[in-house]
């Protein structure tokens, strides 16, 4: 009986009993198990432990000595690198998420009063703030933003939100910057409130009320309910599932927090520039701590490492089982959906209808996160082999060395407000051109620089996408794959755009990229910089004579031209034809003219 009962119930079943540290993974014990005290017997429903995940845990090892050193070790060096908040900014934070609340509520209560609802409706009408993400989660670092979902009724109309509300912040004192961005893929509130980085989003539940004790994760509430609504209200239930299928809440926040500090440090944390965000972080390291239950953070790290480098990622990563619902939304499903089946790094979101959180990862971006994925496995066996130092893990790439040839995107407005807001939106749109870029068959990897570089008036903006071309590639022309990106990213701005908005690009080198940002971000002597002209054909040549012909010297601040000790910048034979500018001379690609209804 007792057999059968473990050969039904767990995944284990062929091991009969389950044994005390000594006993490794499954199938790896030789010795015998007369010698062995056993932790506990399956005898009975109430004996199978729990385990979550689509499949059962690699090990249910219980941790060493050795490995609550190292996690002790890894909670060292990050305090040493200052990521968590004291306990003053914690409170901080949660009395601006509480004044939050506060400021929605009352809003609701006033647009019941405009709207002319009964009496009893207004008193009773509610309403939830809720935080999601990272914040959520435990796992909010220093200078993070957070992430807010307001609830209402069904009759509170998403365009009251964003015009009635929008006006009553803009009346607080302690919000200081505020954007709308209602065509959002999720529509959002972006605000600073007291020092803090606030994104709101807002979900209307067909509900009369809205208590505080109203369960947001019951999949009745997205009956009936619009797309734009329900992708606000999917991230505070996308959060909430991953908090309840991990194994040890705690162990999860630090190995999180871990992950996150390397990837940011690695520059290879960002959703909207086509690498991962927080979410798709947090399902992975969440489905590795369903693997080993019982391990302790350090342990967890190195995991990570050594499954994610190896992954095969045309297999998805799933915390659970998709669960099934006639509710006519759009779900990650590549047995009926073609395009699901190219995406590049399937990480299922665990709550219905479930997405593809990684959407956004290119070619190139995969390429660059299992390139980082191994490097980090590297230092966990060499940390394994002699004194651990989790610091290594943790150095900075630096991008400017990483990549010979760059795209110089450049936004330019006549207003900070304009600037603002066409900053943000042709910032949204840089991963286009790294798709653009992966199909250009010269091309072996094209990845944007996570960091922005603003001018001192405040009024452009400046990236910069890095290149590298296949060795055999020497002559390539990327002029009609930038103006095409130029010309979507205007189409695509609608009424967004408006006049002085400008987009332009460029081609830099190694020598010459440091001359395309503001003044404030070079940290080396200036020199003088040798011009590229616009139709510069940059082949591969033996004469180098040939390349500098026609050249002359661009004249910067605090650097006289008639100084015999400043030499030239030598240029670097490059395989890029320059029929797009160089970063001295930029040249622009007007918006085209649309007839506008009066």
Not at 272 to 287: C, P
Not at 338 to 366: C, E, G, K, W
Request: aromatic share 10%; with cysteine; charged share 25%.
């Amino acid at each position: 009986m007792r057999q059968q009962i473990r050969s039904a119930l767990h995944p284990l079943a062929d091991a009969p009993i389950l044994m005390t540290r000594g006993v490794r993974e499954r199938g790896r014990d030789l010795n015998p198990i007369s010698k062995l005290q056993p932790l506990f017997e399956i005898t009975s429903l109430e004996d199978v432990p729990k385990w979550y995940g689509t499949t059962g845990p690699l090990s249910f090892d219980f941790p060493s000595e050795e490995d609550l050193k190292r996690t002790r070790m890894l909670m060292e060096d990050l305090k040493s690198l200052d990521i968590f908040q004291s306990h003053l900014e914690v409170e901080h934070r949660e009395r601006v998420v509480r004044n939050m609340e506060s400021l929605f509520k009352q809003w609701l209560t006033e647009t019941c009063l405009a709207m002319n609802v009964p009496e009893y409706v207004t008193e009773k009408v509610g309403g939830r703030v809720v935080p999601f993400g990272s914040y959520a989660l435990g796992v909010n670092a220093k200078g993070a933003d957070i992430d807010l979902l307001c609830v209402g009724p069904g009759f509170v109309q998403r365009s009251d939100f964003f015009s009635s509300f929008v006006e009553k912040l803009k009346t607080h004192n302690a919000i200081q910057i505020i954007q709308v961005i209602e065509d959002a893929f999720v529509p959002v509130i972006k605000l600073t409130y007291d020092g803090i980085d606030i994104d709101v989003v807002y979900a209307k539940i067909n509900r009369k009320s809205i208590s505080d004790k109203l369960d947001l994760l019951n999949i009745d509430h997205l009956q009936g309910m619009d797309i734009c609504c329900m992708r606000s209200l999917q991230g505070y239930r996308v959060t909430q599932e991953i908090a309840s299928l991990v194994p040890n809440i705690f162990t999860f926040r630090i190995v999180l927090a871990t992950i996150k500090h390397w990837a940011k440090s690695r520059n290879i944390y960002s959703n909207k520039m086509g690498f991962l965000g927080g979410v798709a972080w947090g399902i992975l390291v969440a489905r590795v701590c369903q693997l080993y239950p019982y391990a302790t953070a350090a342990i967890l790290v190195d995991k990570f490492f050594k499954i994610f480098s190896m992954w095969q990622w045309n297999f998805p990563i799933l915390l659970k089982n998709p669960e099934q619902h006639n509710l006519k939304f759009p779900v990650w499903n590549p047995t009926v959906n073609v395009s699901d089946r190219f995406h590049h790094m399937p990480i299922i979101t665990p709550s219905y209808p479930h997405q593809n959180s990684a959407f956004n990862v290119s070619s190139s971006s995969l390429k660059i996160i299992v390139e980082e994925l191994k490097r980090g496995h590297t230092i966990m066996e060499e940390m394994s082999d002699s004194k651990p130092t989790w610091k290594k893990l943790f150095e900075p790439a630096i991008f400017l060395q990483d990549y010979k040839h760059f795209i110089v995107l450049r936004s330019n407005a006549t207003t900070q407000n304009q600037h603002q807001v066409w900053t943000g939106f042709v910032e949204s749109k840089i991963r286009h051109l790294v798709g653009i870029l992966d199909k250009n068959s010269a091309i072996s990897v094209a990845c944007p620089n996570l960091e922005s570089f603003s001018g001192k008036d405040g009024l452009n903006t400046t990236w910069l996408v890095g290149v590298k071309f296949n060795s055999t590639v020497k002559n390539v022309n990327l002029s009609h794959d930038v103006a095409s990106f130029i010309q979507n990213v205007y189409t695509q701005a609608g009424k967004l755009w408006a006049e002085g908005m400008e987009l332009s690009a460029a081609y830099a080198n190694q020598d010459t990229v440091k001359f395309a940002l503001p003044a404030e971000e070079i940290h080396e002597p200036v020199q003088p910089c040798v011009k590229i002209t616009t139709e510069l054909s940059a082949e591969r040549r033996e004469d180098t004579s040939d390349e500098r012909e026609g050249q002359s010297t661009t004249k910067r601040p605090h650097t006289p031209e008639s100084d015999p000790a400043a030499k030239r910048v030598k240029q670097e034979s490059s395989p890029v034809k320059q029929t797009i500018p160089a970063v001295t001379k930029t040249k622009r690609i007007k918006r085209p003219r649309f007839n506008r209804r009066t």
